[in-house]
Nanobody, 117 residues
Framework: QVQLVESGGGLVQPGGSLRLSCAAT?????????GGWYRQAPEKERELVAT???????NYADSVKGRFTISRDNAKNTVYLQMNSLKPEDTAVYYC??????????WGQGTQVTVSS
């Protein structure tokens, strides 16, 4: 059974950094097609933050370009999101998603990121 376990969220001051991790159990990385991070702020819809495909091509929301970096480590079955220069508007619950080559989506449980002084 596949599970995605997120970690790394927390409270940080504006301008600070956090690194989110999304560790996958099972053999999902053997059928990996796309990994991504999404976020949902209170009373807002869930939005795409960044994706990384099986060729390690990346895509970012305009609001995080130049500040966030998505990566993955196949040996550790983990997708990362390095977040620098954090702003209060980055405050949200962050979710990771992995899509397999069969176009099946798996979601993590979410991790809270709060940017506040």
């Amino acid at each position: 059974q596949v599970q995605l376990v997120e970690s790394g969220g927390g409270l940080v001051q504006p301008g600070g950094s956090l690194r989110l991790s999304c560790a996958a159990t099972g053999s999902i990385f053997s059928v990996y097609y796309m990994g991504g991070w999404y976020r949902q702020a209170p009373e807002k819809e869930r939005e795409l933050v960044a994706t990384i495909d099986d060729g390690r091509r990346t895509n970012y929301a305009d609001s995080v370009k130049g500040r966030f970096t998505i990566s993955r480590d196949n040996a550790k079955n983990t997708v990362y999101l390095q977040m620098n220069s954090l702003k209060p508007e980055d405050t949200a619950v962050y979710y990771c998603k992995i899509t397999t080559v069969y176009r099946t989506d798996f979601w993590g449980q979410g991790t809270q990121v709060t940017v506040s002084s």
